[in-house]
């Protein structure tokens, strides 16, 4: 099987704060992760790629320095969302690439982030 | 630049008849296709992709899909709609360095 987990699934902060995504794969190694952003009835946006023991490479017009992304494991990255405002309030998708083979992607289960 | 397109915003099938979920695609070199559904409040499941071989690829649940290189297609087809495939169903090309490139979506909608 191909598992991957995230956690939480949802999650309720206050504005200014910071709130951190967790996306695991369960039972297989992925040096390449993805995080997307899905809005209401929109199709999903490719946020960044995490490489594991490397920087993240994040897609055009998205803040790096809010959208932290952490890939320290083989089975673990992370996204932390820091000074959320109520405009972040988002479904939040991982995905893990199985193996290192190209385009046998994975896709977590999601996160309902809501800012108050 | 590489574009997936998903012309219709929802359809309307009724339980039991035939279903078709169009995609077009727009990319320099091969392309790599993908379908996937997602139900409400939840992530993405893979239903079949195409990457070469045969253009008509057989996937989950009774899905399948045809590669049409001369029409640049990849439709989802299903021989007979039941009231749970309602749903988003997401086309997608993954031809650029493993990233996906989704389509709008599409919400199908099958009635009893």
């Known amino acids: 099987g191909a598992v991957v987990s995230q956690h939480p699934s949802r999650v309720i902060c206050k504005s200014g704060t910071s709130v951190k995504i967790e996306c695991r794969s369960l039972d297989f190694q992925a040096t390449t992760m993805f995080w997307y952003r899905q809005f209401p009835k929109q199709s999903l946006m490719l946020m960044a790629t995490s490489n594991e023991g490397s920087k993240a490479t994040y897609e055009q017009g998205v803040e790096k320095d809010k959208f932290l992304i952490n890939h320290a494991s083989l089975t673990l990255s992370t996204l932390t969302v820091t000074s959320a405002h109520p405009e972040d309030s988002s479904f939040y998708i991982c995905s893990a690439l199985k193996g290192g083979v190209s385009y046998e992607q994975y896709f977590g289960p999601g996160t309902r982030l809501t800012v108050t | ?112």
């Open chain 2, 1 to 112: 630049a590489q574009s997936v397109a998903q012309p219709e915003d929802q359809v309307n099938v009724a339980e039991g008849n035939p279903l078709t979920v169009k995609c077009t695609y727009s990319v320099s070199g091969n392309p790599y296709l993908f379908w996937y559904v997602q139900y409400p409040n939840r992530g993405l499941q893979f239903l079949l992709k195409y990457i070469t071989g045969d253009n008509l690829v057989k996937g989950s649940y009774g899905f399948e899909a045809e590669f049409n290189k001369s029409q640049t297609s990849f439709h989802l087809k299903k021989p007979s709609a039941l009231v749970s495939d309602s749903a988003l169903y997401f086309c997608a090309d993954g031809g650029g360095y493993n990233k996906l490139i989704f389509g709008a979506g599409t919400r199908l909608a099958v009635h009893p």
